[in-house]
């Protein structure tokens, strides 16, 4: 069999990610010893290098420590790096602050109830 494939192109939606190739012996009963069929597969990890590599998110600013009188306003801010989409979650005391989710977190009105580690 011959193959041309100057003429072919990818024109599938796929643009990254891991592939499973594989070729099998379909004719088992040919071989022989019959030990001789055989399948094989590899792993391929396809990219798109017109964009740039993903960039694993990292913290580069911590927010830093706070303390103010009951009835003030506060505002922490936590700068990160990495490939954009970033997603922030504030927590105070490890649970989730619901709607607390950008790189700054606003409390007015800060009362005793609201201190803990964020």
């Known amino acids: ?3 041309d494939h100057r003429a072919e192109r990818n024109v599938s939606s796929f643009k990254s990610g891991n592939v499973m ?3 099998m012996d379909t004719f088992p009963s040919i071989a022989n010893p019959p030990e001789d069929a055989f399948v094989i597969f590899d792993n391929v990890r396809v990219e798109d290098l017109s964009v740039p590599a993903l960039q694993p998110p990292a913290i580069t600013s911590q927010p830093a420590n706070q303390n103010v009188t009951a009835g003030a306003n ?3 801010t936590v700068i990160a790096s990495g490939s954009n989409p970033l997603n922030y979650q504030w927590r105070r005391d490890g649970t989730n602050l619901a709607g607390a989710t950008s790189s700054s ?3 007015t009105n800060v009362q005793l109830a609201h201190g803990g580690v964020y």
């Open 1 to 3: 069999m011959v193959c």
């Open 21 to 23: 190739l594989g070729f």
């Open 74 to 76: 506060v505002t922490f």
């Open 105 to 107: 977190l606003n409390i």
